[in-house]
Nanobody, 123 residues
Framework: QVQLVESGGGLVQAGGSLTLSCVASGRTLGTMAWFRQAPGKEREFVAVITWTGSRTDYADSVKGRFTISRDNAKRTLRLVMNSLKPDDTALYYC??????????????????WGQGTQVTVSS
């Protein structure tokens, strides 16, 4: 069984920074990603990273501001968020797939999910 536990969310002013972490327990995960869901909106893709960290991809809305990374020895996925905007306010989820699963940004393709951590950006 896999458990993903996010942390690091909070309240920050526009222009500020936050770093989210997601610690995985259980089986080893391959591709991992961050998604977010704002109030009244569908959950959307934010960033994705391969097992080795050699390939990443980002939603256009966060490119240049967010950086995804992972430390496999510590079983930790991170999302560094800079230049935050009120539009970044959302519940942020980490997600993962088993090793060998295809690279994807589609949330329907991810098998494992955390409970989410709230990020609120004030203007």
């Amino acid at each position: 069984q896999v458990q993903l536990v996010e942390s690091g969310g909070g309240l920050v002013q526009a222009g500020g920074s936050l770093t989210l972490s997601c610690v995985a327990s259980g089986r080893t995960l391959g591709t991992m990603a961050w998604f977010r869901q704002a109030p009244g909106k569908e959950r959307e893709f934010v960033a994705v990273i391969t097992w080795t960290g050699s390939r990443t991809d980002y939603a256009d809305s966060v490119k240049g501001r967010f950086t995804i990374s992972r430390d496999n020895a510590k079983r930790t996925l991170r999302l560094v968020m800079n230049s935050l905007k009120p539009d970044d306010t959302a519940l942020y989820y980490c997600a993962g797939n088993v090793v060998g699963a295809a690279w994807t940004t589609a949330q329907s393709q991810y098998s494992y999910w955390g409970q989410g951590t709230q990020v609120t950006v004030s203007s």
